[in-house]
């Protein structure tokens, strides 16, 4: 048991030396003799401006928001500067460390971060700040803080956007005579975790700057500004709002493929697309800013609600047309005698000195009076009417009717090539804009 006891006596553990805090002589506040100073003055006061040097690391991004033009970040925050107040005698020049409670005892720099909205440090579990003072007087003070401050963003070119905000600190008291506020390693001043991530955006780059702000009442400061720059990821927004839009666009053009007659297939089809349109905007813009400009994804989502209403008016123009035509056709049949001077209509139809054309099947030209494949046989009756001298006399064509007519079908017709190229070229046009 003793050779025990004397192994343990001899172990490196019980080499340590004499706890230093339970002697008075030691203490913090009696060694750093902070009753000795005024602590409520800035070092050398009256001389030339104290330089604090500051660096960050910037731990996380916590949100970008769009609506309130804002962003959170999260940092640790440290400032350098010589205090000759605070040096103390030291045989092995090691520094001291302390928490929160001293630092209310000595002056620190009065840092607050411009255009913030809110902002605190973090006390969990104790308040997070760091006090390090060497025996020269030297101190380093660290902080962690979470600052939600403003950031300007131009949305114009929403969601295919690259957008830079800036974090802004400066001294609130004491001005550029006073305290001279710099980066204390430049731009290498500015250390980001590698894990920063976020989940709409990708962190192009951090960097630093200095600049002098002035204040008309108090005068000029000194401000470090973190600029870091910002890329939206577009792929969320081509399956939530293009991809939608282009599908909706597309669905429109199946009314041109329909038959003019099918009013039941061709009006609710035309009437969903616009109102589905209509969902899209109305959920985009719920989650924007009321900006007083255009970005560009109110750019493409209008010109798709424009192409689905014009596929809307393309079936009214169509059907009213078609009533035109079947009208003038009925007071043409009306103004006939009921046997044309001819024995048999379909003879006349087929005999193709006539009509002028070759030989017909007589099942798509005998009901004529209601056609079936209404182009030709509409030509046909006109044809007719105009040609037989006996049939004009009574009928008195005007060339006006000859030049009014108009094919319905080839609107549908002209309308499946015009609206699909018409779309491929303003896609090439904005994505070449915008991306």
Known sequence: MEGGGGHKSGSPIYKR?????????????????IDDHDFTMRPAFGGPPIPVGVDVQVESLDTISEVDMDFTMTLYLRHYWKDERLSFPSTNNQSMTFDSRLVKKIWV??????????????????DNVMLRV???GNVLYSLRVTVTAMCNMDLSRFPLDTQTCSLEIESYAYTDDDLMLYWKKGNESLNTDDRISLSQFLIQKFHTTTKLAFYSSTGW???LYIHFTLRRHIFFFLLQTYFPATLMVMLSWVSFWIDRRAVPARVPLGITTVLT?????????????RVSYIKAVDIYLWVSFVFVFLSVIEYAAVNYLSTVQERKERKLR??????????????????????GYGSMDVNTTGNYGMPENGGRQEQILAQ?????????????PSRGYVNIWIDTHAIDKYSRVVFPGAYILFNIIYWSIYS
């Open 277 to 289: 349109m209509s969902t899209i905007i109305t959920g985009v813009n719920a989650s924007m800013p």
């Open 221 to 223: 400061y000194n401000r």
């Open 384 to 396: 007719v009417a105009l040609n037989d001298p006996q049939i004009a006399s009574r009928v008195k």
């Open 109 to 126: 720099p009065d840092m607050f971060f411009v255009h913030s909205k809110r902002s605190f440090i973090h006390d969990t579990t104790t």
């Open 134 to 136: 060497y025996p020269d």
């Open 17 to 33: 030396s004499p706890d230093l805090t339970k002697s008075p002589m030691t203490k913090s506040e009696q060694l750093l003799r």
């Open 334 to 355: 009306e103004r006939l005698p009921c046997t044309c001077g001819i024995g048999n209509p379909d003879e006349m139809m087929i005999d193709p000195q006539i009509t």
